[in-house]
């Protein structure tokens, strides 16, 4: 079988070079070019596949670029609202053979933790969030953690489920963030990567449900899935629950 000819975008950055790494290793794919802010491009136009890992000011020029040489994405790069998500369609049913994968987690543990949370969401009426991360992480609360509030909400909004129980009147913070109903509490350590545990709560008994990401590679077989997934797969793709089939 041919070998999948990948480039990648952001390949000076964190998860840019661990991407990089991940490609070479794999026996099925192919590492055209890694270029960063600095680097000319056309390196990549070459790649049937761009993987993006660079900034929300800078990727959507890349799928711009890409999208029009035909060129398939697989897009870690954060900063997605629902505006650009459309763009992206768009240019998707422009471009009709292009496939694009945009996924804020390429974890497949925080992948399964959020799809567990969001089946356990019905049965408890109390659910709270704790995302914790080393402490160089510039927003707050996670991508992944208003990810995963959403889809509690959303799971307990199918199942008539009211507000979660909160006697809570004087609070000067201390009850976190809340997204779509849900509380959100934000740790930022030295010493931890990327940590999240939902807890829920129902008379009698908690469930907690943990993740913990320890390196930036526990991305990769995310990446690489999400790589092979694209090439067969045109239009846009978001997350990577599909990739699993979950
Ligand atoms: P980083 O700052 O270490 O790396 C980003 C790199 O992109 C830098 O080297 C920068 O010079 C480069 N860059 C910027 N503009 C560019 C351009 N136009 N062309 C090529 N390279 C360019 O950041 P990071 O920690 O690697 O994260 C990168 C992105 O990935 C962020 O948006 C982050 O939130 C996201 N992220 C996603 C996941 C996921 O699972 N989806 C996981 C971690 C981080």
Redesign the pocket.
């Given at each position: 079988m041919d070998q999948i000819r990948v480039g990648v975008?952001?390949a000076?950055?964190?998860?840019?070079a661990e991407a990089v790494r991940a490609v070479e290793r794999a026996g099925d794919l192919q590492l055209v070019a890694g270029?960063?802010?600095d680097d000319d491009?056309e390196l990549l136009s070459d790649a049937q596949v761009a993987v993006d890992?660079?900034?929300?000011g800078?990727v959507m020029d890349?799928i711009e670029w890409c999208a029009a040489r035909g060129i398939h994405m697989v897009i870690?790069?954060?900063?997605f609202t629902a505006e650009r998500l459309a763009r992206v369609a768009a240019l998707c049913e422009q471009n009709p053979g292009v496939g694009i994968l945009i996924?804020?987690?390429?974890?497949i543990g925080a992948v399964l933790m959020m799809s567990f949370a969001e089946q356990a969401a019905r049965f408890y009426p109390s659910v709270e969030i704790i995302e914790l991360h080393h402490p160089n992480k510039v927003d707050a609360p996670s991508g992944t953690s208003v990810s995963t509030a959403r889809r509690i909400a959303a799971a307990r909004a199918a199942a008539s489920m009211g507000a979660v129980p909160d006697a809570t009147v004087h609070d000067d913070g201390a009850r976190g963030a809340v997204v779509d109903g849900i509380h959100i509490h934000g740790v930022r350590l030295q010493g931890l990567v990327a940590h999240q545990e939902v807890l829920l709560g129902a008379t009698g008994e908690t469930l907690t449900i943990r993740h913990d990401s320890f390196e930036r590679t526990s991305?990769m077989p995310g990446v690489l899935a999400g790589i092979r997934h694209v090439v067969d797969h045109p239009g846009l793709t978001e997350g990577i629950e599909t990739v699993l089939g979950l």
């Open positions: 975008f952001g000076g950055g964190r998860m840019g270029v960063d802010v491009r890992f660079t900034h929300p800078a890349n870690g790069t954060t900063g996924a804020s987690n390429f974890s991305f």
